[in-house]
């Protein structure tokens, strides 16, 4: 009995025992692979001479991807038509479509666009490069572009080069040796052969690989000649109790140069001609031109043939690219057609500015909406009239019979009597600041329509002094235009004091527009911050040229903008937060950034950032010394207000590492010497100097 019970528990165990072996259940995942394609094979093999085919076909160690292949993989020379480029399985091919040129060395340049299927880790910097001739190039020059005007990297545009050192190539023939920049501006154009060149950047948006005027483009004005230097380096093996075992010398190369830095721009370069002609309202025209304009264009009515001399006042931009030309003539305003002579420049066909006079017809027609609430208001006026007129013969009738009409009737009649507030339209204004305002700020009227008079004598403006508001004793002018582009802005000249109340009252009807309406009463209180609200900045720069800082915020939009004078430069009064310093070296002194041009081989004007934000508390003051080339051009514009910012490196594990800003960010050389904190000083002489002290 006992052998029977041991004979079925060893029976049960084993069946258990399977029972657990066969169930289906999930395997554990193993650690997540961060380990970009490997090749394996190619054919042809790297660096391969005398090829005669037209397909390249590389093998990696799993299953592959191209994510943005148009953006990222280059191929130099650039064939005529684009090679057709794929992935099957683990197999990346490219297939030439025209025939390759003779005894000539072709780089397919990847960038980061092979990535795996699995994880998405990215093969970063892969190229692949060999020869229709006895012999491969093999020289190199690296650099990186940056946006000229904020120091932004400049991601994925074409860099190239031209053996052909005149002027006009840029323009005339499409770059003969290129490549990409990667997604933090940096470049190399690889495998080339030993000669002078041209260095230039494009964002080629026609895919020509030459300049157009309308593109963002970049240029070196100095010739540079590829070239090596050799270096050594050492390294030290220990023993485990921390004695010397070996010391390693190894020899390197190095090519040069490697620290090219192009600042691309655009010349803003735009034609002139009338983009669109609209009435969007009864009473306003509009003219938008493809271009800026120095002067504003001849406006010569046609029809209707009677109307006022000065028939409008025209609202502009700075640029006078876009008009708004606001009738003052009933007449005008209620015609439904009005044809215009007008007379501007346009660009012909051969680039050239010429004056032309085009017969312009400006059609206005009220939207239906507009004429259904026109109707709709005509309509409850006729009633009212209508009611009015039936009252007041009931109430005549009553009065001759000795009576009066009832007491709900009466005050019908009253309210009818009274003028109708909706039926008389009021300019509509507004204070562009008004409650709490910061030391400095000017107090501006904002209005919908553009002005005729304001009655000085209907402006007051008072001050509190305890409970009680005095009137201001101090210099109090009259309202005038902030600038000659908007007629409805309008800004009073009056100092305000810091921690002071004021009060500005604009009496009804004070305020006349050009088409004679008034305002209502207008009554705002202004508050003054005190100055213990603010922080003051105080900034010694080694800067000796014209220039100017800006105040950035985080959005990088300019709160303010001031003079360098003999190397010192102050922004008083600021809000309290956090902030960003771009200075500029205004060469030529008016108080803007100003582009490039290629022809005129004017580079664009330099820019240099505060390395650092600045984080400012109230009543608080900052005292800096700012040396502008003491950091890395590349490196001067803080990652919190940088736009174009590298992709995230999936291929790498994600580690808490103690580490400063210079070790976290710096960079491997493209070629592993380490050597890439080069873009420093003065960066459009550096060349320069560099050639005068050879």
């Excluded at 148009?70 to 025939?99: H, N, W, Y």
């Excluded at 490697?258 to 370069?269: S, T």
């Excluded at 309210?415 to 507004?430: G, S």
């Amino acid at each position: 009995m006992n052998r029977r019970w041991t004979y079925w528990l060893w029976g049960l165990a084993v069946g258990l025992a399977l029972a657990a072996c066969a169930s289906i259940g999930s395997p554990e995942g193993g650690p997540r692979d961060y380990t970009p394609p490997q090749v394996m094979k190619s054919s042809p093999e790297p660096g391969t001479v005398n090829f005669k085919g037209n397909k390249v076909e590389i093998t990696f160690d799993e299953i592959v991807n191209l994510k943005d292949q148009q953006k990222k993989v280059i191929i130099s020379p650039a064939p005529r038509t684009q090679p057709l480029i794929r992935t099957v399985g683990k197999k990346v091919t490219v297939e030439f479509r025209d025939p390759l040129e003779e005894n000539t060395t072709y780089v397919i340049d990847f960038s980061n666009a092979i990535e795996d299927n699995n994880e998405g880790n990215q093969l970063d910097g892969y190229t692949f490069a060999f020869s229709t001739g006895e012999v491969i190039d093999t020289l190199a020059v690296s650099g990186i572009v940056l946006r000229a005007n904020d120091l932004e990297p400049m991601q994925h545009v074409i860099v190239g080069l031209h053996s052909n050192l005149d002027d006009s190539a840029f323009t005339s023939l499409p770059l003969e040796r290129v490549s990409r920049t990667n997604d933090r501006g940096k470049f190399t154009i690889r495998n080339l052969k030993p000669g002078s060149y041209h260095l230039f950047a494009i964002n080629d948006v026609d895919g020509d690989y030459r300049m157009a005027r309308t593109e963002d483009i970049a240029f070196l004005d100095e010739i540079i000649m590829p070239t090596t230097s050799e270096y050594t380096s050492q390294d030290t093996v220990f023993t485990f109790d921390r004695r010397v075992d070996t010391v390693m010398t190894a020899t390197h190369t190095l090519y040069l140069p490697n620290d090219l830095l192009l600042c691309m721009f655009n010349e803003g370069y735009r034609s002139h001609y009338v983009k669109q002609t609209t009435r969007p309202e009864a009473n306003k025209l509009h003219v938008l031109f493809g271009a800026p304009n120095d002067t504003l264009p001849a406006m010569d009515i046609i029809r209707p043939a009677v109307h006022q001399d000065n028939w409008c006042q025209v609202e502009r931009t700075a640029d006078n690219d876009s008009l708004f030309y606001w009738l003052t003539d009933s007449a005008l305003i209620k015609t439904d057609t009005i044809i215009v002579a007008m007379t501007y420049l346009r660009t012909d066909t051969a680039d050239r500015l010429e004056q032309v006079t085009d017969t312009i017809r400006f059609g206005y027609r009220k939207p239906s909406a507009q004429v259904k609430e026109e109707e709709k208001k005509a309509k409850e006026r006729e009633e009212r009239e209508k009611r009015l007129a039936q009252l007041l013969e009931k109430q005549e009738k009553a009065a001759a019979q000795g009576k009066e009409l009832n007491e709900g009737e009466l005050e019908e009649l009253k309210e009818l009597q009274r003028e109708n507030p909706d039926d008389i339209p009021k300019l509509k204004m507004e204070l562009a600041k008004s409650g709490t305002i910061d030391v400095g700020d000017s107090i501006v009227l904002k209005f919908e329509t553009p002005i005729a008079a304001i009655d000085p004598a209907g402006v007051h403006f008072e001050i509190k002094r305890d409970t009680l508001w005095v009137p201001y004793t101090g210099k109090v002018e009259p309202f005038r235009p902030v600038d000659d582009y908007n007629p409805m802005r309008y800004w009073m000249p009056v100092t305000t004091l810091p921690d002071s109340t004021y009060r500005l009252t604009i009496d009804s009807a004070a305020v006349t527009s050009v088409y004679g309406l008034h305002n209502e009463e207008l009554k705002k209180e202004l508050k003054v911050r005190g100055l213990e609200e603010y922080a003051n900045i105080y900034f010694k720069v080694n800067v000796k040229q014209n220039a100017f800082v800006e105040l950035l915020n985080s959005s990088e939009k300019v709160i303010r903008t001031v003079e360098v004078n003999n190397g010192e430069f102050e922004l008083l009064n600021v809000s309290p937060g956090s902030y960003y310093l771009r200075l500029t070296i205004d060469s030529n002194a008016n108080g803007k950034w100003d582009t490039g041009n290629y022809k005129e081989h004017l580079q664009p004007e330099e820019v240099y950032y505060y390395p650092k934000k600045l984080r400012l508390c109230a009543n608080w003051d900052l005292d800096e010394n700012w040396n502008i080339y003491q950091t890395a051009i590349d490196l001067q514009k803080p990652e919190e207000i940088k736009h174009n910012k590298p992709e995230q490196a999936k291929n790498k594990v994600e580690k808490k590492q103690d580490k400063t800003r210079d070790e976290s960010e710096e960079d491997e050389d493209e070629f592993g010497t380490g050597m890439n904190r080069t873009y420093t000083g003065n960066k459009y002489n550096d060349a320069k100097n560099r050639r005068l002290n050879r």
